[in-house]
């Protein structure tokens, strides 16, 4: 039987590219080994795909063994967190353990941006640039994607209430543009890398949707598919991360999102790839 291939994060609800790989990878006939953080309906989902599942923390070194121990590739990504470096290091560490000749890591397209002096002021921003320098230290075979935002993570997630309620996209992103990806596009290019990933080694890849357009020209495609008028309306930055934290999000999520308000408002996401 052939080793199989790792996929961390195969349950996770933002997203769901794990969760997309994991189907991908498993249409295409190969083993797939799918780590989830927890025994669930989605966990049942995945196995009756026809993936292994394997439970555990990124951050607990006994799981990330039984999760690495006897594969070759792997696909390592997590959705925001404070803990999100120390994750990425406790796989690395095991990982090089294991002997892994394939590490694909799921990046963020900000950290184009980004270098030893400039940063932006979202935590996970800084987590990220740091876990990308964490890897290429490591030693390990790294593949670095870099998706801009992408569109089910955020705008779908994001907008849903205000869309529903008043027919709005309300966000803060002024007149900037953006090019939001969908994960189907980012699944495909990681899974596509996880086959064949050693032509890749070393290498990082920008993944941007089609076109960078402002938020009322995405208000229009809205209109076009709900069959209904939809228009953009601009709001402040604060009360909207107020609004976030009022719904229960973590500060650290919701300082990040802000972040990411604020670097559309400034033409930082206006980016084709």
């Known amino acids: 039987m052939a080793n199989p291939i790792l996929v961390t994060g195969a ?3 933002v997203g769901a590219v794990g969760r997309t790989v994991t189907e991908l990878l498993l249409k295409q006939g190969k083993t797939v080994r799918a780590m989830v953080r927890s025994e669930d309906q989605r966990a049942q989902a995945l196995r009756d795909m026809g993936a292994e599942v394997v439970v555990g923390d990124l951050l607990e070194l006994d799981a990330m063994h039984k999760a690495i121990a006897g594969c070759e590739t792997m ?3 997590m959705s925001v967190s404070d803990t999100y470096l120390a994750a990425t290091v406790n ?6 353990h294991h002997g892994v000749k394939a590490f694909i890591n799921m990046s963020q397209m900000t950290l184009a941006q980004m270098s030893i002096t400039e940063t932006t002021a979202s935590p996970q921003h800084k987590l990220h640039w740091l876990a990308e320098q964490a890897l290429n230290w490591s030693g390990l075979p790294i593949v670095h994607v870099r998706p801009t935002v992408l569109l089910e993570g955020f705008f779908l997630i994001l907008t849903a209430d205000s869309v ?4 709005q996209i309300r966000l803060p992103f002024g007149a900037g543009k953006t090019s939001p990806v969908a994960v189907e596009d980012v699944a495909r290019v990681l899974a596509a890398l996880l086959v064949n990933p050693q032509p890749h080694i070393g290498k990082i890849y920008h993944l941007t949707g089609r076109q960078s357009e402002n938020m009322h020209f995405y208000a229009q495609e809205y209109s076009q598919a709900l069959g209904r008028t939809i228009t953009f309306e601009d709001i402040p930055v604060e009360s909207w991360r107020e609004g976030l934290l009022a719904r ?3 500060v650290h999520l919701v300082n990040h999102l802000a972040t990411m308000a604020d670097l ?10």
Not at 91 to 96: D, I, N, S
Not at 264 to 273: E, L, N, T
């Open 248 to 250: 229960g999000l973590p």
């Open 91 to 96: 796989a690395a560490v095991v990982a090089k």
């Open 264 to 273: 559309h408002r400034a033409g930082r996401y206006d980016r084709m790839s």
């Open 11 to 13: 349950a996770g609800r």
């Open 75 to 77: 696909y390592f990504g």
């Open 164 to 167: 529903r309620e008043s027919n």
